[in-house]
């Protein structure tokens, strides 16, 4: 439906040359997602990788102030399942998040503050799986001073937030090589970005080909980087979404075979009824 | 209620009981025995999905506010926290928010349906208008559930509607400022649209019954508009509309089960994932699918008249629109029903249907866009919102009132049995 939105939106755009300004917005670039369909579900690994990216290289920036580390090992998480040590391609599930090796490691590399209960003192504490993402800034006035006026929104929910969801996000990622229209004129610390509305925007290019290391053979482009974190931003919009597709599978077959039932019941009871 | 009670207590208890309080009685006789036209066809089973949907909303209602925190600086994240920490909450949440939406297409098919086939003709004036009432109150409770997740559109379509008020001559501003319990919407307003929001649906609860009571003395209309005559024209409520509303039930909870759980956003605003924000006005203003057709007549009214400036004009137009159905009992004079004998007045009704689907369509739309351009000559929707609105009151005001006295209708059957069994009723024997 978004996609004959969009087709749509070209079309019209294309037929009225007189209001297709220089600087008109982009419809996102379509991409096909592991989670597209009833049935898709998130691609760990990519998950993973998305994470790292968003760790390394957004995260400076942009808090996710609705996730806990613990998230990142729940049910449907990018590492709910680990590669198991002992058995050569074996994957080991951790029900409880609180136990899962790779969360506790992610959480203990940050330092909290935290009040010491016999005596009053602020201390600093490791992270545990509990506690909150970070946030880069101390508050938003931080937040506004530190990048030219504009406060990076929180990514948390962003590709909900977002029209054209993880299609926008990765298509505003890799959208910045495009020519600048000679009706836009930037001011310093402005970027131009044909999928940004207005065109116009604060953030500069942040992926560039190798910025980012992975470990296993995937290529380290901006082009996957960009793949990568918005499909990380993408469950952790919806992080429960495996859950939710995998029990409506279950509520539709059921309504289904319950509603022919019912109609089968209708036709029996109405058989010798005329109306 | 009107019929003669069929309901024969059984056992001791339920003698005792009946001696005392016949609730027993008043069950069977309403929903058992109740005689009911016997040729009702699917349009008439969104009054039971309606009710389905009543209790879905207040039964997921009741459990979201307990996790809800009615607080601007929390409304946000206790809605995400919902979604994400309660067990099933993105299900309850989920099906809270996607109901509203199904409630109100069931909503709207019923009262088209209502419209059609003249249920609104006496004897059940009280129970079109109490349906009419009920349709305002789901609309404010609908309008104040929007505002409770404080995203960007929560926030700025309560500030749009409430500003409305504002354009009542002299007692606007201090309407609105009670409205809000401040000088702008604020957490005064999130507080009491939440307690609100909470009340409503128990009021509605309340009017339904009323609704189905004004419902059960003149019974049912049927397709043909013509009265039940006689026993051979019903049949009773059990089993035989019990299992067909049962199974239109089970189709609509399907397809809204579809939405629940794979599309769970489609019906909903990007921007309302945004955390409201006061400093930040969303480039485009809309509210929810069900409220488009309206807020397209709010905003048709682009001149003075008058005394009335066009914003108030906007707001009585909008209102309005609503209003007239209260009196469409009186406006429609006509003595047949059933829009199916009347060869004109059918016509006119598909195109009023049109023009609500086409104001829904304006609603969503900028005003000054373009419905079309062909080489330099284009109609911006606000045009095309001003003819439709146009229609939208002709229909009542002159449409129905003319009609009813220049259409030549078509000949009605004798009788709902007659209509049934073709021709010769008497040769086939009642049941």
Known sequence: ?????????????????????????????????????????????????????????????HSMDLLSFRNLGQPGGPFEYLPDLEHEGELINYPNPNDNPVVIDIASRYTYTAIDPETGEEIERQGIPADRFPNPFANRAQAAASNGGAVPPDFSVIVKARSGGAEYIRSLLLGYDSEVPADITLLPGQHYNPYFAGGVLAMGPQLFDGAVSYTGDTPQTAEQYATDVAAFLAWASEPHMEQRKRMGLGVMIFLLIFSILMWLAYRQLWANVKH | MSHQSAYEPKTGIEKWLDARLPIVRLGYDSFVDFPTPRNLNYWYTFGGILAVFLVIQILSGVVLAMHYVPHIDYAFDSVERIRRDVNYGWLIQGMHANGASFFFVAVYLHMFRGLFYGSYKAPREVLWIIGVVIYLLMMAAAFMGYVLPWGQMSYWGATVITNLVGALPVVGEGIKQWLWGDFAVGNATLNRFFSLHYLLPFLIAGLVILHIWALHVPGNNNPTGVEVKGKGDTLPFHPYYTVKDGFAIVVFLLIFAGFVFYLPNALGHADNSIEANPLVTPAHIVPEWYFLPFYAILRAVTFDFGPISAKLGGVLAMFGAIGVLFVLPWLDRSPVKSMRYRPIAKW???????????????????????????????????????????????????????????EKPKARPESIEASVLGSSPAAVPAE
């Not at chain 1, 998305?50 to 995260?59: D, N, R, T």
């Not at chain 2, 023009?355 to 829904?360: M, N, S, V």
């Open chain 2, 348 to 406: 006119c009704f598909l195109i009023f249907v049109i023009a609500c689907l086409g104001l829904g369509w304006c609603g969503a739309e900028n005003p000054d866009n373009l419905v079309f351009e062909f080489g330099g000559f284009g109609m911006p929707f606000v045009v095309l919102s001003q003819i439709l609105t146009a229609y939208y009151f002709a229909y009542f005001l002159v449409i129905l009132p003319v009609l009813a006295y220049v």
């Open chain 1, 1 to 61: 439906m978004k996609r004959f939105i969009a087709t749509f939106a070209a079309l019209a755009a294309l037929a009225t040359p007189a209001l297709a300004a220089e600087g008109e917005t982009h419809a996102p670039e379509a991409y096909n997602w592991s989670w597209e369909g009833p049935f898709g579900t998130f691609d760990d690994e990519q998950l993973q990788r998305g994470f790292q990216v968003y760790q390394e290289v957004c995260a400076s920036c």
